[in-house]
């Protein structure tokens, strides 16, 4: 490639399971994991004589994620049947939206400022699932997912990268948690993404033809799916050949796609208005009382912690992450006064204890208050950062059952200003360290901190560290 002769060019669908108790046409349960072919009807299976009725509450949290995705909800929308075939499609047709979906425009911030437009949100069921590993030889058809409520979040072809492509994902994820209108559990299948890519030279205006790109089961695997099909378009336009449409899967242990079916159009469906339900008409008061509903979202969450807090955008990137571990470091940083320490703390120290435990931050142990407790321990000088980071990992191991300044006074940990008990122990590391001392004497000034930090495991992280470097120049003059 290059990227000097072709432009990449990037559409995303994504298939995004809302948070509802019950399916989008019937009161089957919409729960993952349960035991195969347990939560149906005649309703979710399109028996014959079975009527669908409509679930309010997928409606609201629809009129939700549009809303927060920019788009204009309409006041009319129209369900559709798509008819196909497919094993897991019992009925041989799939209720969605159509021509009159149920939200239109939008765009969603990425990286650098760039916004991504949003084309539609519409509403649809999910199918079955076929398995193919259960059985040697069968497949085998659950049908629990037929009829869970879903939206397809359908973008312009505005991205330009598999990078980018993935970054616009974590932005969405977290807008659809912010507001939560799903879980978008990507190992459960409530967020699903397919990718149409094509390649056109830069600078062209015209789109080239595209592939569809399936079955990616995590961001980093639509980044490189992405990147490889793109590659492969490369590769047929460099020798003269021509670009099929056509559906292509994703293999990751592989690293490359393969075709899968040509690629249907709109006509191959044969659209038309379900007979069984009326359209979806929407008041405009209703709108607006669902738009007043929403919560802040990420990115307006993100500037104002920069401006609030003082912290950096990168920062801020980071503890926007995921609502509840905003909800935290906004807790811990009002209860402390300081948010530039709230974050480095929970940056660090609480996110690599999560981490090496592979725990979500919704799983501390350690409430907001019982964290600023040992930042404050800090601030007013009761123990070293060293013996902190020890009061903190006991009071997670010991879920906060007491607070910060009755932990260091069990763990001995309050910090020693004492010049005598100090000298202690810079006098025994100096000993210790008789070649660095030398070297130290000799200019090397980057052995001072080494001996600091000496200092301050030989004291169990008690000593005062501003008062050990003094100390320690003083005896080194």
């Not at 939206?97 to 425009?105: E, H, S, T, V």
């Not at 099909?229 to 056509?246: I, N, P």
């Not at 293999?251 to 690629?263: E, I, L, Y």
């Amino acid at each position: 490639m290059t990227a000097v002769d072709w432009e990449l060019v990037v559409g995303l669908e994504v298939h995004v399971q809302l948070k509802t108790t019950t399916k989008i046409f019937c009161g089957c349960r919409a729960s993952f994991g349960d035991p195969p072919n347990t939560n149906t009807c005649p309703v979710c299976l399109g028996l014959p004589g079975a009527l669908p009725v409509l679930n309010a509450r997928a409606v609201a949290l629809a009129v939700r994620a549009a809303l927060a995705l920019g788009c204009d909800v309409q006041p009319r929308s129209v369900f559709a049947r798509k008819n196909y075939f497919y094993p897991d499609l019992p009925k041989g047709y799939q209720i969605s939206q159509f021509d009159r979906p149920l939200a239109l425009g939008g765009w969603l911030p990425v990286a650098e400022g760039r916004r991504i437009g949003i084309t539609r949100v519409h509403m649809e069921e999910d199918a079955g699932k076929s398995i193919h590993d259960r059985f040697a030889g069968w497949s085998a058809i659950d049908l629990n997912r037929a009829g869970t409520p879903l939206i397809e979040i359908v973008s312009e072809p505005d991205l330009r990268s598999g990078a980018e492509a993935r970054e616009y994902l974590l932005r969405l994820k977290e807008i659809l948690e912010y507001t939560d209108v799903s879980d978008a559990n990507m190992e459960e299948g409530s967020l699903r993404v397919d990718a149409n890519v094509s390649i056109r030279p830069q600078g062209e205006g015209a789109l080239g033809t595209k592939t569809e790109i399936k079955n990616m089961n995590s961001f980093a695997a639509a980044e490189r799916a992405i990147e490889v099909e793109c590659a492969r378009q490369v590769r047929l336009r460099d020798a003269g050949e021509r670009v099929v449409s056509q559906t292509l899967l994703w293999d990751g242990a592989a690293n490359t796609v393969r075709p899968q079916r040509s690629k249907e159009e709109s006509h191959d469906y044969r659209y038309f208005p379900d007979p069984d339900l009326p359209p979806l008409d929407l008041e405009p008061a209703w709108i607006e009382a669902r738009r007043a509903e929403l919560p802040e979202l990420p990115a307006a969450r993100r500037a104002r912690l920069v401006s609030q807090h003082g912290i950096s955008a990168a920062d801020a990137t980071v503890l926007t992450g995921a609502a509840p571990m905003a909800d935290y470091f906004e807790a811990v940083a009002a209860a402390h006064g300081d948010g530039r320490a709230a974050a480095t703390w929970v940056m660090g120290d609480v996110l690599a204890w999560l981490n090496d435990r592979k725990l979500e931050i919704r799983d501390v142990p350690l409430a907001p208050a019982g964290l600023a407790g040992v930042l404050d321990l800090v601030r007013d000088g009761v123990v070293s950062r060293t013996a902190a980071r020890q009061v903190f990992f006991a009071m997670m191991d010991e879920r906060g059952a007491r607070p910060a300044p009755a932990v260091a006074d069990a763990l001995g940990l309050r910090q020693v200003s004492d010049d005598g008990a100090l000298l202690g122990w810079v006098d025994a590391v100096m000993a210790d360290h008789p070649d660095e001392v030398l070297r130290l004497r000799r200019g090397e000034q980057k052995l001072l901190g080494v001996l600091v930090g000496q200092v301050m495991k030989r004291s169990g992280g008690r000593a005062d560290p501003k008062r050990v470097n003094q100390l320690l120049r003083d005896r080194l003059a």
